[in-house]
């Protein structure tokens, strides 16, 4: 079975720095597209950040320059490292990867959560 299990998140300053982590079980995640969302209080969940298994890597346009997606192959673990943190980026956020290479993120983790302070 897999499992994601996201951490990282807190409470920090607007202009600082957050690295997420989610480690993954059940599978190597390198052979699948793992994906970082967001969802924020009263929002939608929002894509933020993927890697692809081509290992073509994408971000949504509101953190592009700020976040980067990596991996550390040994620890089956994606990270988020998120810099120049805003107060708008508060949110819960989300590792998931998908079921299949080309089918849809069916695997999710709890969430961690990011506060950004004004």
């Known amino acids: 079975q897999v499992q994601l299990v996201e951490s990282g998140g807190g409470l920090v300053q607007a202009g600082g720095s957050l690295r997420l982590s989610c480690t993954a079980s059940?599978?190597?995640?390198?052979?699948?597209?793992m994906g970082w969302f967001r969802q924020a209080p009263g929002k939608e969940r929002e894509f933020v950040a993927a890697?692809?298994?081509?290992?073509?890597?994408s971000y949504a346009d509101f953190v592009k320059g700020r976040c980067t997606i990596s991996t550390d192959n040994t620890k089956n673990t994606v990270y988020l490292q998120m810099n120049s943190l805003k107060h708008e980026d508060t949110a819960l956020y989300y590792c998931?990867?998908?079921?299949?290479?080309?089918?849809?993120?069916?695997?999710w983790g709890q969430g961690t959560q990011v506060t950004v302070s004004s």
């Open positions: 998931a990867t998908k079921g299949s290479r080309f089918g849809t993120y069916d695997y």
């Open positions: 890697l692809r298994w081509t290992r073509s890597i």
């Open positions: 059940g599978r190597t995640f390198s052979n699948y597209d």
